[in-house]
């Protein structure tokens, strides 16, 4: 059953106002009560537009005028007009009440479908002037995800750290709840933009032997979500800063590391500590200072790929030497015969 609401009323018009009368009387309500406007009156704008579509079509608001025993009084009896006389009177003077109550409901049933299918284009109508994107009610929007750089140093690598950043969140403007416009006129706050920035402090912990390169998330600490919509993500760029002994280049690593003169002379198997794990290198017999050795696709990973390891292998010679050391190192020397150096000026 549909209850009855006087249109007319609804638009603060008469039964003799005018198309244009009663356009510009919606186009002022709707910049009061449009749910864009004011979500609080979605429902009495409905009834508004219900007003508008049924009042602004001859054909909607004779049939409506008829059934609710409204008349237009300054217009000369057309033949239309003749045959609503003709039907209030029958129906006026019908005894079965049931059947106005079932073209009633049979009428509103028809109008209410055919108006949620006009109310569309007439607030595209008339709110083109006002702004196109107040059209439609905003969908849910998930905030962005957010990246930032964290630089941390090879100790703080290996034991694990915490950092605060600073990341610029953007968020809907609390004024005009990203609506962009207010009553019509560009929000102050937001510029008319939708939404402003904000400085947001996060201490994020990052755990202990984390690898350079690593995408460190910290859920929902993205861009917070519009209109009920999910927050985005905060990713950290872990970049280790190398030292004088590991330098990082993209997803390869660069280790200068020492040997003993013996392990050049001889060669053998070491194990070199990285944060990348324990690694063993092969060093072939008479492995010269400044030597290098790539190993493949030991670098750092991510996804897919993985860098290399570059290894700059230093004869280092020990500092503290014992007795039996010198005495070998004397007795070396003895036995050597070759000049190192006699090629100095011939190269
Ligand atoms: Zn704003």
Same mark, same amino acid.
């Given at each position: 059953?549909?209850?009855?609401?006087?249109?007319?009323?609804?638009?603060?018009?008469?039964?003799?106002?005018?198309?244009?009368?009663?356009?510009?009387?919606?186009?002022?309500?709707?910049?009061?009560?449009?749910?864009?406007?004011?979500?609080?009156?979605?429902?009495?704008?409905?009834?508004?537009?219900?007003?508008?579509?049924?009042?602004?079509? &001859? +054909? =909607?608001?004779?049939?409506?005028? /008829?059934?609710?025993? %409204?008349? @237009?009084?300054? #217009?000369?009896?057309?033949?239309?007009?003749?045959?609503?006389?003709?039907?209030?009177?029958?129906?006026?003077?019908?005894?079965?009440?049931?059947?106005?109550?079932?073209?009633?409901?049979?009428?509103?049933?028809?109008?209410?479908?055919? &108006? +949620? =299918?006009?109310?569309?284009?007439? /607030?595209?109508?008339? %709110?083109? @002037?006002?702004? #196109?994107?107040?059209?439609?009610?905003?969908?849910?929007?998930?905030?962005?995800?957010?990246?930032?750089?964290?630089?941390?140093?090879?100790?703080?690598?290996?034991?694990?750290?915490?950092?605060?950043?600073?990341?610029?969140?953007?968020?809907?403007?609390?004024?005009?709840?990203?609506?962009?416009?207010?009553?019509?006129?560009?929000?102050?706050?937001?510029?008319?933009?939708?939404?402003?920035?904000?400085?947001?402090?996060?201490?994020?912990?990052?755990?202990?032997?984390?690898?350079?390169?690593?995408?460190?998330?910290?859920?929902?600490?993205?861009?917070?979500?519009?209109?009920?919509?999910?927050?985005?993500?905060?990713?950290?760029?872990?970049?280790?800063?190398?030292?004088?002994?590991?330098?990082?280049?993209?997803?390869?690593?660069?280790?200068?590391?020492?040997?003993?003169?013996?392990?050049?002379?001889?060669?053998?198997?070491?194990?070199?500590?990285?944060?990348?794990?324990?690694?063993?290198?092969?060093?072939?017999?008479?492995?010269?200072?400044?030597?290098?050795?790539?190993?493949?696709?030991?670098?750092?990973?991510?996804?897919?790929?993985?860098?290399?390891?570059?290894?700059?292998?230093?004869?280092?010679?020990?500092?503290?030497?014992?007795?039996?050391?010198?005495?070998?190192?004397?007795?070396?020397?003895?036995?050597?015969?070759?000049?190192?150096?006699?090629?100095?000026?011939?190269?």
């Amino acid at each position: 059953m549909i209850k009855f609401k006087n249109y007319y009323e609804i638009l603060g018009v008469t039964p003799d106002s005018s198309n244009a009368e009663i356009k510009s009387a919606y186009r002022r309500l709707a910049r009061k009560y449009h749910p864009d406007v004011n979500p609080s009156t979605a429902e009495l704008f409905k009834d508004i537009t219900e007003a508008y579509t049924t009042l602004i079509n &001859s +054909e =909607k608001r004779r049939q409506y005028n /008829i059934l609710n025993g %409204f008349f @237009e009084k300054q #217009k000369t009896n057309t033949s239309s007009q003749k045959a609503e006389q003709e039907y209030k009177e029958k129906t006026a003077t019908e005894p079965n009440k049931k059947q106005e109550k079932d073209i009633k409901s049979d009428f509103g049933q028809k109008q209410k479908k055919h &108006s +949620e =299918k006009v109310f569309a284009d007439t /607030i595209n109508d008339i %709110f083109k @002037e006002f702004t #196109k994107k107040e059209q439609k009610k905003p969908e849910p929007q998930n905030g962005a995800d957010i990246t930032a750089d964290v630089t941390i140093n090879i100790a703080e690598a290996l034991k694990g750290t915490e950092r605060t950043v600073n990341v610029l969140h953007t968020k809907l403007c609390p004024k005009c709840q990203g609506r962009k416009f207010i009553n019509g006129s560009k929000c102050s706050a937001c510029d008319g933009k939708g939404e402003v920035s904000e400085h947001r402090k996060i201490t994020v912990k990052i755990p202990a032997k984390i690898k350079n390169g690593t995408k460190l998330r910290v859920k929902g600490e993205g861009n917070p979500g519009k209109f009920g919509g999910k927050n985005g993500d905060l990713y950290l760029n872990i970049n280790i800063q190398g030292n004088s002994k590991i330098k990082y280049d993209g997803l390869n690593v660069y280790y200068e590391v020492p040997i003993t003169p013996f392990e050049a002379v001889l060669g053998g198997e070491i194990v070199v500590n990285t944060l990348e794990g324990n690694i063993r290198l092969k060093i072939p017999a008479r492995t010269n200072s400044g030597q290098k050795f790539r190993l493949s696709g030991q670098g750092v990973k991510q996804k897919n790929k993985s860098g290399d390891i570059i290894v700059t292998v230093h004869i280092e010679i020990p500092q503290s030497l014992s007795d039996d050391e010198i005495k070998l190192y004397e007795k070396l020397k003895k036995a050597s015969s070759h000049n190192v150096r006699e090629n100095l000026l011939n190269d």
